[in-house]
């Protein structure tokens, strides 16, 4: 009934986390979105932009994705629905309340192809000593993401998480003020491996920047 009414007006349901505010689970034209007080969380905009990111990378190639900011899950449906990707994911989520909703609302818990980790990004790289073909980073509280998710230290984290000819896809930003931060990120990946792609505007919003080689 609630996919029904949704053609005719949004039908919303809210959900208060201590990390994220309040969350709106909202049926819209037939499909459930997880949004924020001001973003999408999952399977909006948010699913498209990463999509066009996934678009540009050789999947066939990737054996292992390790995702940093799981949200709602939609990264992870598009690729098992869109890209047909059936190796190993694992999920880094700091918010219980968000891996709850992705469960309960969008069908996306652990099994023996996905790993939901519980915890920080950051305490997860820098403690991880695992290496993967893909590492999908999509940190935002809101619109905004943290200033230590731009920092060197997390980045070198990551690199050091990535396979040797591993793919880095980071949904860098929405915000203007951190242009800046992200000319300094993507000067230092161009340091540090072959090739770094940058995509301004995506969805008519984001900054995606896509970086391979070392």
């Not at 009934?1 to 986390?17: D, E, G, N």
């Not at 190993?88 to 309960?104: Q, R």
């Not at 192809?113 to 997860?124: E, N, S, V």
Request: hydrophobic letters at 35%; one cysteine or more; glycine letters at 4%.
């Amino acid at each position: 009934m609630k996919q029904l009414l949704s053609y005719i007006y949004p039908v919303t349901k809210k959900i208060t986390s201590k990390y994220s505010g309040e969350l709106e689970i909202t049926w819209y034209n037939g499909k459930k979105h997880l949004n924020s007080q001001n973003a999408n969380y999952s399977y909006g905009s948010l699913q498209r932009i990463l999509k066009f990111g996934l678009e540009k990378i050789e999947l066939s190639k990737i054996n292992s994705i390790l995702i940093l900011g799981m949200g709602g899950g939609s990264v992870i449906k598009t690729l098992r629905n869109d890209f047909n990707y059936t190796n190993a994911i694992e999920a880094v989520e700091l918010d219980p309340v968000i891996i709850e909703i992705a469960k309960t609302e969008f069908d996306i818990s652990e099994n023996q192809q996905l790993k939901i980790h519980c915890t920080d990004a950051y305490q997860f790289a820098e403690k991880n000593n695992k290496q993967f073909d893909l590492i999908i980073i999509d940190l935002y509280i809101d619109l905004s993401v943290p200033d230590k998710f731009l920092s060197t230290t997390f980045w070198n984290y990551i690199l050091n998480s990535k396979s040797s000819k591993g793919t880095i896809l980071f949904n860098a930003s929405v915000k203007d003020s951190n242009q800046e931060k992200i000319k300094t990120l993507i000067d230092y990946l161009k340091s540090k491996v072959f090739e770094v792609a940058v995509y301004n505007k995506v969805n008519n919003t984001n900054t995606v920047i896509i970086a391979s080689g070392l």
